[in-house]
Every structure is written in C-alpha cells, then in structure tokens.
C-alpha cells in the first residue's frame, strides 16, 4: 500500500482490490452543448475497487460534488414507470405505517417532488431536502415543501432544531451516490422519531455482479452496495435492518426498512432472511468473489464494438436511445463515437439539443428515428428495454430491429 492509495470512504481501509478498472472518461451526467465542444472536456479515472476490510464496493471521489451538481438535466418525473413506482411505494408505506395528518414524511434528495407528492395528495405532511435549487424550486411550485441543502448530520441537527422530526425518511437512490458514507447516515437517526422507520433504495451488487451491469458505474455513484455492507453501515450509526425487499427498478434494487437499534415496534420481516441467504449462497462476504468480473465486462465491450463495426461495414445504420448516465459509461468504456453511432434520442427536453459527454454524440427526440429509419436501435437503459420497444414498435415498420449490449449482446424483433 503506497502512500496516494486510496481509502474506503465507509472504514478508512486501505484500497488495493481492484473490482473493474474502467479507465479514464468524462463524467457522465455532464451534456455538453454546442459552444461547450470547442472546449477539452475534463477526464476523470473510474476505476471500482472493492474494500478487503468491509467488502464495500466504491469508486473514488475525485470530482467536486458542486460540479456534479450544479446545472443537473435529470429530472424524475421524466420516466413513466417510475412515478408509478413512487406512486405505490407512498401507498404502501403510509398503509403499512399508519400515517396521517399528524406524520411527517422526509425524503432525502427530493428532486422534483415526484414522490413526496403522493403523501401530499394523501394529506400527510411532507420535507423534501434537495441540494439543486432549480431542481427544488419545481418541487416547491407543485405543492413540496423543499429545504434546498445536502443532507448530513449538520442539516439533520438544524432541521431538528426547527422542530421538524421525522415518522417516515426515504432516502431512495441516493445512499450510492454520497461521497461521504458516515456523514450522511450519520443524519438519519438524528431526525428520526423513535418509532420512525427509515427507507433506502439502492441498486443490489448481487444484481450487478450476476447480469454485468458496469454500465451503472459513473463517478457520481461512488457506492455498489450489498445488504451485507449496508447492515454494518447503518449499525455503526446506531440503526438496525428490520425488512427487506426486492425491487425490478435499476435491474434489481432492493429497498431496505431500517429503525433504531433500540425500536421495541419493528420486527424483522422475512425479507431479511431471504436476501442475506442469497448474498451468503453468491458468497458475497468473501473477497474472492469479486474477483473475476473484470474479464467479464471486458466481453461485454468485444461483443459490442465487433456488432458496431460489422454493421457499418454492411452499410447498416444505428442509433441509440436513452441519454442516461449509464448509456455514457458504456459507450465511453467502448470508445464509441459519432462515426459508429450518428444519434441518439431522449424525451428529456433539458438533453435534446446537447451532445453526450465523451463520445459527444447528439441527442434528439425520440421522433428523431421515424425520420432517421436506422437498420438497428441499441438501447442504452437496459432496465427500460420493455417500455421503449413499446413505444418504438414502429420501427418494425422499416424492418428496424433493437438491440442490447449488457449482460451480452442480443438483437431484439420489435413487438408485434
Ligand atoms: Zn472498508
């Protein structure tokens, strides 16, 4: 262990086991525009080791998060499935919960308020804590009361002292995505009532190791979590896991209920049994199960650039769909550009008319490929394959086919 090696952001460990070494690339929530291709485009290492102390999976920090951040394209709302997602999970908890007029639900990262709205509609008071101020000022328009800040054991303590405490926290997709693991959790007991329950969303390593989905590494998610590690996290924190469940969001996430260590309400439910057997059974709890995913991802960029230059060099043409961060990842890891893939589409107005980071390819509406007709539609968000071969089935019309690229290569007929 050398002096500039990195340590784990969970116990301070030195990090010397490489999980899969990505190389250098540009960050990938960062769209550029016309004016922003005359200028270099900053690289940043992604390279995902594994902690030998605590088995966290991580990638180094080594962007400022204000430059993640700030001028944040991604809205929420944006996708269909999951406002129904948010829809059902506001549903099911204040059911399971008993919440009411008298409760408070806090959401961490807020976003727009796509979930907090639902307890509103219910007529459950909601606090959203967001750090984008444009992005909180759309949640506060629909009716989401939003405190603008990241949140941490200091914004925890002040909203405290403002009195506010909290019978439900949702901290969906966003445990993954703070660089400081200790500081964030550290929040959470801290606005907590005693009885209250804490949720966390996260995409499951399991998941990830098993269908090699690297394309969900970016430098913005520094954490690749297990139950196994998010247990000892919230443990040193002083909370417990009572249930788990599993979700098909994110190609296979699961949601985590946690309480404090001494709630006398919470029992476990079977979930917990359930899934810490299926991490033992991949033995998740031994370092020399992470070894071994690299080649595998290395596969995945062989198979998919042989597909790419077979078919340009047949005069095929194809396209991408879905400007999303794990898109980026991929096509940068493969090194693909413009002259293998001319265009890609997207339903986010904030990306149309920008360029993707790295291969800097342009992004258009999704009406973009009627008018393109391309021979093939590589489909970057794995995990939204059903919904957008649905709503692009016309390309069958062309005899268009899709295509995804992870966990190997398939083309796919358009649905009848
Ligand atoms: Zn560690």
Redesign the pocket.
């Known amino acids: 262990m050398s002096a500039d090696t990195p340590l784990?952001h969970?116990?301070g460990?030195g990090l010397t086991d490489t999980f899969v070494d990505l190389g250098r690339m540009a960050l990938a929530n960062s769209y550029r525009s016309e004016a922003d291709l005359a200028k270099p485009e900053p690289e940043y290492p992604l390279h995902a080791r594994v902690?030998r102390?605590?088995l966290?999976v991580q990638v180094e920090s080594v962007v400022p998060a204000e430059e993640i951040f700030s001028d944040y394209a991604y809205f929420s709302s944006y996708s269909e499935s999951w406002v129904a997602h948010a829809r059902a999970y506001a549903q099911t908890t204040a059911r399971r919960f008993n919440l009411g007029p008298e409760s408070l639900v806090a959401e961490v990262a807020s976003n727009d308020g796509y979930l907090l709205k639902h307890f509103v509609d219910a007529g459950i008071p909601v606090l959203g804590i967001e750090p984008a101020a444009n992005v909180a000022k759309v949640a506060e328009e629909s009716g989401v009361r939003t405190e603008v800040a990241f949140f941490n054991r200091d914004t925890a303590r002040r909203l405290k002292e403002q009195e506010y405490a909290a019978d439900l926290m949702a901290a969906n997709n966003v445990l993954a995505h703070v660089p400081d693991l200790n500081v964030f959790v550290g929040g959470f007991p801290i606005l907590l009532k005693p009885e209250g329950v804490v949720t966390f969303e996260f995409p499951h390593l399991l998941n990830l190791i098993n269908e090699v989905q690297f394309d969900t590494i970016y430098h913005e998610h520094y954490s690749y979590l297990s139950l196994l590690v998010v247990e000892k996290i919230l443990a040193a924190h002083g909370m417990r896991v009572f249930d788990v469940e599993e979700l098909p969001t994110h190609g296979g996430s699961l949601r985590v209920y946690a309480c404090h260590n001494d709630s006398e309400t919470h029992r476990d439910g079977p979930g917990l049994a359930a899934v810490r057997a299926k991490e033992s059974a991949a033995a998740l709890d031994r370092l020399d199960s992470y070894a071994g995913f690299e080649p595998r991802v290395i596969a995945v960029r062989e198979a998919l650039l042989e597909f790419l230059r077979t078919s340009k060099a047949a005069g095929k043409t194809v396209a991408a769909y879905g400007a999303a961060a794990k898109g980026n990842t991929l096509l940068n890891y493969c090194g693909v550009k413009a002259d293998l893939i001319p265009l890609v589409v997207d339903r986010s107005l904030a990306k149309q008319g920008r360029y993707l980071p790295g291969s800097r390819i342009p992004i258009f509406g999704p009406e973009k490929i009627a008018e393109a007709k391309p021979d093939y539609v590589l489909i970057l968000p794995w995990n939204l394959r059903d919904e957008i071969m649905a709503e692009m089935a016309h390309v069958a019309s062309w005899g268009g086919k899709f295509v995804t690229a992870i966990p190997d290569l398939r083309i796919l007929d358009a649905p009848a």
Do not use: I, K, R
């Open positions: 784990c969970f116990c460990a902690c102390s605590c966290l």
